[in-house]
């Protein structure tokens, strides 16, 4: 009997199209040279290499193309200068080595069907057993996983829907993931303002001039949990770099969503325990009769000046998903 995939599906599994929605991972880590790195990834994945400096390289395979990367801009500026007069000087080598214990390493993995999403498992098994380490073995580094979340559709409504999901979650989220001190307090991961989801959960209707306008009046910034500027810049590029002038802004019919620790040492760890935290947001995204009830509750509890007591809010929120099965 075939094993069923530990990847919980959605409600909404497929796009407007018919195909299957897909959502694609980012995995940083410390703890082995990027030539460690490399050659894990190269041992599980049947694809194309193609090497582009000494610290970055790209396989490409059936399912889409894998970019593996030091993630330190300066060292990679070095190295595609050198490589390009096919020269690789020994002390870029010891850099590499050197840095591999504070300067992270991060494998981009391309969407990804959300009914294949188990073939990614080889991956983060071979390269823990190489010795990868991931959030506690940084303090300084903030590393985790991001989600790129492809959605059902793009239309306002779906879109507005997700962001009211997360919103009324995001507290919870954090306990649920667990998420590691040093990412708490780290700027790359800060929450949606409570003004912003007073006032998101009271929008009228959903227009892609609302959902614009609100987001970037009080989120324009990429450092958020749930980090909308990649979609909206492929919705309209122009008119997010005109309120973020940010070049790493990755234009992608995406939510990119990047709250979840990489626990990737640990033996029991694997994305699946991360997607299936993000899942209830599907869920709750496409269940607009519960949405309802969760906005109303939060509306009826925030309190003037003081807004809505978050302890007693991330506990009810438990209960009330537990009374639905979700958990």
């Known amino acids: 009997m075939e094993q069923m995939s ?37 041992d599980v994945l049947d694809g194309t290499e193609k090497v582009k400096s000494p610290v970055e390289t790209a396989v490409k395979t059936e399912q889409g193309t894998f970019n593996l990367e030091l993630d330190w801009a300066l060292l990679k500026q070095v190295a595609q200068e050198y490589a390009q007069v096919d020269v690789t000087p020994d002390w870029l080598d010891s850099i590499s080595r050197l840095a591999a214990r504070v300067v992270p390493i991060e494998l981009v993995c391309p969407p990804i069907r959300l009914d294949q999403l188990d073939t990614l498992d080889p991956v983060v098994e071979r390269l823990r057993h190489a010795g990868a380490q991931g959030t506690d073995d940084s303090l300084i580094a903030a590393l985790g996983v991001h989600i790129n979340a492809e959605l059902p559709d793009l239309s306002p409504a779906t879109i507005q829907a997700y962001l009211k999901a997360y919103s009324l979650l995001q507290w919870w989220l954090v306990d649920a993931h667990a998420v590691n001190l040093a990412r708490k307090v780290s700027p790359y991961v800060d929450l949606y303002p409570e003004e912003y989801i007073d006032r998101l959960l009271t929008q009228q209707s959903a227009s892609l001039d609302g959902i614009f306008d609100l987001y970037l009046a009080y989120n324009a910034t990429r450092n958020r949990a749930l980090d909308l500027l990649p979609l909206l810049a492929h919705l309209d590029e122009d008119r997010v770099q005109a309120q973020v002038n940010d070049d790493r802004i990755k234009s992608r019919p995406a939510l990119h969503y990047r709250l979840p620790n990489c626990e990737i040492e640990r033996n029991a760890w694997d994305l699946a325990e991360e997607w299936n935290t993000w899942w209830v947001v599907e869920q709750l995204a496409a269940d607009e009769d519960a949405m309802a009830e969760l906005s109303r509750r939060w509306l009826s509890m925030s309190r003037p000046l003081l807004g809505v007591n978050r302890a007693e809010w991330v506990k009810g929120v438990d209960q009330w998903l537990r009374e639905r099965g979700w958990l």
Do not use: K, N
């Open 6 to 42: 530990r990847y919980r599906q959605p409600t909404r599994q497929t796009c407007s199209d018919g195909s299957m929605r897909r959502a694609g991972f980012e995995l940083e880590f410390t703890g082995l040279t990027f030539a460690q790195a490399r050659q894990g990834v190269l």
